[in-house]
């Protein structure tokens, strides 16, 4: 059978375009284990986008597998300057129609000048098939001309190198290569609105606040999310008992969005960015509580673009606490 010479030109440059688009993925550190009823999975990577243009999109996808099981947790987008203005525009128009989109665990625009730092942390419900499980990270990177170079990244227990098809892999677990200092920053809290809870309370309880306190040590289920709040500033002064009594807000009501980002706030003051990180997905984003205390996540997780960025777009919207943070960290960055 004869093959024309051009059929195996075109092959050549076809395969010499796929090559030049690997996904160069880091990985800095992972871990994946059942605790309790829970799945915990944590991934640190960084994503090289050197030859990344503008009109490209990168999906990650952390999968759990064993044996014949898999489960796929929310992806991580990664768009580049063009292609993240199209994903918003149809986001905002699909949300005009009522249409819910794909739910990515977070989306980000990229920067073909410098690497991206992605860090994922979550946990979701075992399964009674996840004994041992293995993480694995599905990469799709969708090119301008449309054609998806698709990659899987195998990621096994500690202490052992990963298993991965033309990526790059280094089990350096420093987050950037100089260490920022981003202690003494300040977190934002929001008061709690009255709810049912409150109203009722007030009609049939009235508590002052000594009772208040009282309560929250013996039964705090019995209190709304605003008098917890009420009796944590009460102990401004008392930092140990006013984180605690944040936390326990957060227990009773975990699906608050002010009680998740006050508790993010307390995690984030005490210096625990995985906690915070959990807590601030589900903040209420359109705060600029939130703007603050997700810029100063951000510092300490090592993405400076993006913290920095956060908190001055907070700063610029009146947040006194992204001002003064900002200042703290250049501040406290300053080599003499």
């Known amino acids: 059978m004869k093959i024309n010479p051009l059929v195996l030109l075109g092959l050549f440059f076809i ?3 796929l090559y030049a688009k690997d996904i160069d993925v880091e990985i800095k550190s992972q871990s994946c284990f059942v605790k309790g009823d829970s799945l915990m999975v944590s991934v ?6 050197h030859d990344f ?10 999968v759990i597998k064993e044996n014949r099981q898999e ?3 929310a992806p991580v987008l990664l768009n580049g300057k063009k ?32 690497p991206c730092e992605v860090i994922y942390n979550t946990s979701v419900a075992s399964e009674n098939w996840m004994r041992m499980p293995e993480l694995f990270l599905k ?3 969708l090119a301008s001309s449309g054609e998806i170079v698709q990659e899987t990244i195998g990621l096994k227990e500690s202490g052992r190198s990963p298993e991965v098809k033309r990526v790059a892999v280094t089990n350096d677990v420093t987050l950037s290569p100089k260490v920022s200092e981003v202690s003494g920053l300040k977190a934002s809290y929001i008061s709690p609105e009255s709810d049912a809870t409150d109203v ?35 102990y401004k002064n008392e930092p140990g008992k006013f984180y605690q009594i944040i936390e326990t807000s957060v227990k009773i009501y975990p699906a608050h969005p002010v009680a998740n980002l006050n508790a993010a706030a307390a995690a984030i003051e005490q210096g625990n960015w995985q906690a915070a990180g959990e807590f601030l997905r589900m903040a ?12 100063v996540y951000e510092l300490m997780t090592g993405n400076l673009y993006e913290g920095i960025r956060l908190l001055k777009a907070a700063k610029a919207e009146g947040s006194e606490e992204a001002g003064m943070n900002l200042a703290a960290f250049f501040e406290n960055n300053k080599r003499h």
């Open 139 to 141: 990469v799709n990177r």
């Open 53 to 62: 243009t503008s009109d490209e999109s990168l999906t990650i996808i952390p």
């Open 284 to 295: 209420p984003h359109e705060t600029l509580a939130y703007k603050n205390c997700k810029g």
């Open 71 to 73: 489960k796929e947790l």
């Open 200 to 234: 009722r309370n007030q009609k049939e309880l009235n508590f002052n606040l000594e009772e208040a306190r009282v309560v929250a040590e013996m039964n705090p289920q019995m209190l709304s999310l605003r008098e917890l709040y009420m009796v944590a500033l009460s």
């Open 44 to 49: 640190k990577c960084i994503v090289n986008t």
């Open 15 to 17: 395969c010499n375009s």
């Open 83 to 114: 292609r993240h203005r199209i994903y918003e525009r149809n986001r905002v128009l699909n949300k005009r129609k009522g249409i819910e989109g794909e739910k990515y665990f977070f989306v980000r625009e990229l920067s073909g000048e410098y």
